[in-house]
């Protein structure tokens, strides 16, 4: 059975301690061996980019710090598909975005422009603090952790 082309890719400002979650992640999975039909990507706060290359997959795994109200460090499992896109089924919360256009920009982009993956999986983790700093906070750090867990869940 062929696996299904897979990106993983973070989103966030790395100079805003809590927001880089997705670049942090990326490094550390940069240093697992992986399976060759993953991708890892650090899109940082440029939806634009990754509006024109998500579509080059099957499915895309997205990190990112999500700010839904809950406590910090506390972890978030989203699934989108097409059928979500097409019915504009998105969570309230993922509008919440300090990126260029936003995570949710970029996926409606590369919905309208014909190239959306079969399956995208948002994993992200509630800040604590997106203050200027070029580290995570303590509690953020301690979920890092757990997100690599989930991710590599994801891919087995």
Do not use: Q
């Not at 059928?83 to 409606?108: C, R, T, Y």
């Not at 993956?117 to 890092?144: A, M, Q, R």
């Amino acid at each position: 059975m062929l696996e299904p082309k897979t990106l993983i890719c973070g989103f966030g400002n790395s100079l805003r301690r809590d927001d880089g979650l997705g670049a942090y992640v990326i490094d550390r999975l940069a240093k697992r061996e992986l399976p060759d039909y993953i991708t890892l990507r650090d899109f940082g706060t440029s939806g634009f980019r990754a509006a024109l290359e998500i579509g080059d997959y099957d499915r895309v795994i997205v990190i990112d710090a999500i700010r839904a109200g809950g406590t910090p460090g506390t972890l978030y499992r989203m699934v989108l598909g097409y059928e979500d896109m097409i019915n504009n089924n998105l969570p309230g919360s993922f509008v919440i975005s300090l990126h260029e256009i936003g995570l949710e920009k970029a996926l409606a982009t590369a919905f309208f422009a014909g190239h959306f993956p079969e399956e995208v999986v948002i994993l992200g983790c509630e800040p604590e603090d997106v203050s200027f700093g070029l580290t995570p906070s303590k509690i953020v750090e301690e979920s890092v952790k757990r997100l690599l867990e989930l991710v590599i869940s994801e891919i087995a």
